[in-house]
Nanobody, 125 residues
Framework: QVQLLESGGGSVQTGASLRLSCAASGRTFYAMGWFRQAPGKEREFVAAISWSGGGTYHTYYLDSVKGRFTISRDSGKNTMYLQMNSVKPEDTAVYYC?????????????????WGQGTQVTVSS
């Protein structure tokens, strides 16, 4: 059984920091990523991280979050993180964790095979 469990969301003020976590279980993956969806908006890619067997990581980011968000992974815990700094009201959305079982273009949702239930992030002015 494969499970992706997000946590760390909450309600914060503009400029605050949050750290989202996604704990994976059931199998290993080639890459994991974060997507978000705001009310009335399409789901959009936020960040992704891929890795090799030797522990080399590659990261990818939505342009609007570069310099503010950092994606990382703890291989021992099979857990992915999204460190969100200097958050803005525009970051308000449900954030979804996703995992891919093969190499792909990780900026698109079709690359992913498993999805978490989402965690709400709300940023007030």
């Amino acid at each position: 059984q494969v499970q992706l469990l997000e946590s760390g969301g909450g309600s914060v003020q503009t400029g605050a920091s949050l750290r989202l976590s996604c704990a994976a279980s059931g199998r290993t993956f080639y890459a994991m990523g974060w997507f978000r969806q705001a009310p009335g908006k399409e789901r959009e890619f936020v960040a992704a991280i891929s890795w090799s067997g030797g522990g080399t990581y590659h990261t990818y980011y939505l342009d609007s979050v570069k310099g503010r968000f950092t994606i990382s992974r703890d291989s021992g815990k099979n857990t992915m993180y999204l460190q969100m700094n200097s958050v803005k009201p525009e970051d308000t959305a449900v954030y979804y964790c996703a995992a891919a079982v093969m190499s792909s273009t990780y900026e698109i949702s079709d690359a992913y095979d498993y999805w978490g239930q989402g965690t709400q992030v709300t940023v007030s002015s």
